[in-house]
């Protein structure tokens, strides 16, 4: 299990802009949780009084554990973190509302992987009731041999 000061050290985001605190990496999975506070700075401008916590953001978070992902599974070979981009995103669906106070259980998993791109679907569970779905999202990447 990978803890949040791992996570930092693994990707190329940094505070206060990752959304990834515990990630675990099985051989096409990684699931990890994000807790969130309420004290996250876009909380309050979305919105003044009721904070929600942008679905934008929950793609972002799904995003960014699939880097987690990336970054543990291919020890073999260096990713370079520059090369990193987010590609796009298919059937993205919203039905729960994420509250300051909610534990994000996230999971993504490996639909194909082939360099320049890695292809995953994801969901976020809030007490067990699924809040985000992701039937696609594709990450491009590039790799060197470890040498």
Known sequence: ?????????????????????????????????????????????????????????????????????????????????????FIKSEDVSCRRKCLPGDVLEMKMRVVRSREPLIQFSGTIYVDGELALKVSSMSLSFSTQPVG
């Open 1 to 85: 299990m990978l803890n949040r000061a791992e996570i930092l050290d693994l990707i190329p985001q940094g505070d206060p802009f990752v959304f990834v605190d515990s990630a675990e990496v099985a051989e096409d999975l990684v699931a990890g949780t994000y807790h969130i506070t309420g004290e996250e700075h876009f909380l309050k401008g979305h919105f003044p009084g009721r904070p929600i916590f942008p679905a934008s953001i929950l793609v972002e978070a799904l995003g960014q554990l699939g880097i987690v992902y990336m970054m543990r599974q291919y020890r073999a070979e260096r990713i370079d973190p520059e090369s990193i981009y």
